[in-house]
């Protein structure tokens, strides 16, 4: 079954700290990886891409993320988080680059001052 | 070009009752999707079309939904005979062929 998992629903880290959030999924082809960010009552903002290449590909915001193959990941990484980095951030999967997704559930990431 | 747009942002709708959305997409985008998200879940995939041809529809979309794209432009999404179980976040996004969705803010349904 195709499946995108993002095992930690809620984090919060301290502003200036470092941030992982994880995701595994689970997809019968080559899988085009995403993550998005929602802030409240919006919608979603694309944050980065992966779908060939350098495994490591950097985003907006600052964010980045490396896809492992081997463990079916796709980690997104920040080396210092900012306030209005307090968002929800969401981990997909597709057939191409085009919006046919599979979302994971969404980790929800506070940021204390 | 001012993005994904959905109206209306919020519906309150009594059961039993049918509610249309409407989505305008990037004006040049062929594809057009339409999603569902519930509260603490991620989006779900309901739809989408290619121009107005509706290529792809989910296991989710009952026969209580039907969703158009006249003259491959705007698109409606409509719910008949409106459940509490679809009390959810409507989600529209559009793309060029092959390459990344933009989300609009999507329209929430409350049904009471």
């Known amino acids: 079954a195709q499946s995108v998992t993002q095992p930690d629903i809620h984090i919060t880290v301290s502003e200036g700290a470092s941030l992982e959030l994880r995701c595994n999924y689970s997809?019968?082809?080559?899988?085009?990886l995403f993550w998005y960010v929602q802030s409240p009552g919006q919608g979603l903002q694309l944050l980065l891409k992966?779908?060939?290449?350098?495994?490591l590909v950097q985003g907006i915001k600052g964010f980045e993320a490396e896809f492992k193959r081997s463990q079916s990941s796709f980690n997104l990484r920040k080396p210092s988080v900012h306030w209005s980095d307090a968002a929800e951030y969401f981990c997909a999967v597709g057939p191409n680059q085009g919006g046919k997704l599979i979302f994971g559930q969404g980790t929800e990431l506070s940021v204390k001052p | 070009d001012t993005g994904v747009s959905q109206n209306p942002r919020h519906k309150i709708t009594k059961r039993g009752q049918n509610v249309t959305f409407r989505c305008d997409p990037i004006?040049?985008?062929?594809?057009l999707y339409w999603y569902r998200q519930t509260l603490g879940q991620g989006p779900e995939f309901l739809t989408y079309?290619?121009?107005?041809?509706?290529?792809?529809k989910s296991r989710l979309l009952s026969d209580r939904f039907s969703a158009e794209r006249p003259k491959g432009s705007f698109s409606t999404l409509e719910i008949q005979r409106t459940e509490q179980g679809d009390s959810a976040m409507y989600l529209c996004?559009?793309?060029?062929?092959?390459?990344?969705?933009?989300f609009g803010q999507g329209t929430r349904l409350t049904v009471v």
């Open positions: 997809y019968g082809a080559t899988p085009y």
């Open positions: 079309f290619q121009n107005e041809a509706q290529l792809e």
């Open positions: 992966y779908f060939s290449g350098d495994t």
């Open positions: 004006s040049e985008h062929n594809r």
């Open positions: 996004a559009s793309s060029p062929l092959e390459s990344e969705a933009f």
